[in-house]
């Protein structure tokens, strides 16, 4: 589903580094093998190497990271996430070149709140953990740490991002840094002081006043599923279970969402299986038409015709309310060729479009 860039950048623990090469073996690709990055002063309070606080800090230094690679954009996925669709111009930017960046409000998420607020000042009322793949300009990660930097040390002159965050993290309990979010600190941040550079999509509460970006959320099929997160749950769709943790026993099975019980379990992976298989489906179906073929048998079962229930944000509720033919526009080949540049890659303001990921 993700378009390849024909170069692989590898981070992985010091002592992985061989097994990495020898996993991946010789492939037409550019290759690239580093050391994950590791802050001991950040690996604190028994968390165990490299620790949660860890990996969500590396992140903030991805523009040093993806260097080799190249790329003016980086797209992170969780280990509990897939791609669910095709990854596309569309998909990615408006048709202004604008990133899109989806939210809903923190209300059932507060715990987010109180980090993003110490670590860029101000209100933080939208939660950004919600999209995957997370994408954002690698451009803007240096002013963002130096902003970050002034918040945590506001009276120190010569302290450094590293030295910043560790410092914040010295003085909070296990789960005050368990409730730090890359996500949500990266997607405030970009729609507070970069609002030129993002097309925000506004999740609003349906039992809610609706804002205008919400017609914009009802429509848009998400490329990937966080697994076992509902989306529904956040934007208060009534036939949606309201579980807000990784769904790991059957106990918590919902009608609407089957499948999200046993972690790896039978009917867990079938789910991701059916995911899936509906996403190469429906791209499938979405071949020129000039050049029409049969869908392959697996395909008999999938109605091409709606995105899957998973990748849109209302989940069963987006069937009855979401419009079609703008969900399938984020996809739609003929639209796709005039969102391409010369180089073929997304056209967009000030870059080549290209896009590094990381998980």
């Avoid at 769904?247 to 059916?274: I, L, Q, W």
Wanted: net charge neutral.
């Amino acid at each position: 589903f993700m378009p390849c860039r024909n170069a692989v950048h590898v981070l992985v623990d010091k002592a992985d580094l061989p097994k990495a090469r020898a996993w991946i073996g010789v492939r037409d690709t550019d290759l690239y093998f580093d050391e994950l990055p590791y802050h001991p002063s950040l690996v604190i309070k028994g968390f165990d190497k490299p620790g949660y606080l860890v990996q969500g800090w590396f992140m903030f230094w991805a523009d040093r990271l993806t260097a080799k690679s190249g790329g003016d954009f980086v797209a992170f996925m969780d280990t509990d996430s897939i791609f669910a669709n095709k990854v596309t111009c569309g998909s990615l930017f408006d048709d202004q070149g604008r990133l899109y960046i989806l939210s809903w409000p923190i209300n059932n998420q507060r715990a987010f709140q109180v980090p993003c607020q110490e670590w860029l000042g101000g209100i933080c009322s939208w939660s950004y953990m919600a999209q995957f793949p997370f994408v954002l300009p690698t451009s803007l990660l240096p002013p963002m740490r130096n902003h970050i930097t002034s918040r945590l040390a506001p009276n120190s002159s010569n302290v450094s991002f590293d030295e910043a965050v560790a410092l914040w993290a010295a003085n909070r309990t296990d789960v005050e840094l368990k409730s730090m979010s890359q996500f949500v600190v990266m997607g405030e941040y970009m729609s507070r002081y970069h609002p030129d550079l993002v097309a925000d999509i506004r999740c609003s509460d349906i039992n809610k006043k609706v804002n205008p970006e919400h017609r914009l959320c009802v429509d848009y099929p998400m490329n990937g599923v966080h697994l076992g997160w509902r989306s529904c749950a956040y934007v208060g769709v009534k036939s949606c279970r309201r579980k807000f943790e990784f769904v790991r026993n059957t106990v918590n099975e919902s009608a609407s969402f089957p499948g999200f019980g046993d972690k790896y379990g039978h009917e867990y992976m079938s789910t991701v299986e059916n995911i899936v298989n509906h996403g190469r489906c429906v791209m499938l179906s979405l071949t020129d038409a000039e050049a029409p073929f049969k869908l392959p048998p697996e395909c008999d079962k999938v109605d091409v015709r709606k995105a899957n229930v998973h990748t849109m944000v209302h989940g069963p509720m987006a069937h009855s309310v979401a419009n079609w033919n703008r969900v399938f526009d984020f996809w739609r080949p003929e639209l796709e060729a005039k969102r391409i540049g010369d180089s073929g890659l997304c056209r967009y303001a000030g870059g080549n479009g290209s896009t590094s990921g990381s998980s």
